[in-house]
């Protein structure tokens, strides 16, 4: 599956964005997808995921209540609404797909498919 995320950009402090991720080649909906953030000198770290049917999902607790990940599979289209942002969030988004469960889906280790990312800055 080939994935492209969008929607990354310069916002203030108290915004928002909406960060978007094209899939195509595969059947969407076999996938597990999640979002990961990368900071400048720091390690790719889980943010957000959402099971293939989009019945169950999961964020990461630093975000827990201004970030919603959600998935259109009839448009193979995974979204990550991002509200009251922070200058923390600033980091490179990545979507990811997989197939697997368990453990391995809250790490990039899990992930064999990856967008190119998109760089949200949060300016204070």
């Known amino acids: 599956v080939q994935l492209q995320a969008c929607g990354g950009g310069l916002v203030q402090a108290g915004g928002s964005l909406r960060l978007s991720c094209a899939a195509s080649g595969r059947t969407f909906s076999n996938y597990h997808m999640g979002w990961f953030r990368q900071a400048p000198g720091k390690e790719r770290v889980f943010v957000a995921g959402?099971?293939?049917?989009?019945?169950?999902?999961y964020v990461e607790d630093s975000v827990k209540g201004r970030f919603t990940i959600s998935r259109d599979n009839a448009k193979n289209t995974l979204y990550l609404q991002m509200n009251n942002l922070k200058p923390e969030d600033t980091a490179a988004y990545f979507c990811?797909?997989?197939?697997?469960?368990?453990?391995?889906?809250?790490?990039?280790?899990?992930?064999?498919?990856w967008g190119q990312g998109t760089l949200v800055t949060v300016s204070s």
């Open positions: 990811a797909a997989t197939t697997l469960g368990g453990g391995g889906f809250y790490t990039p280790s899990g992930y064999p498919y």
């Open positions: 959402i099971s293939g049917a989009g019945g169950n999902t």
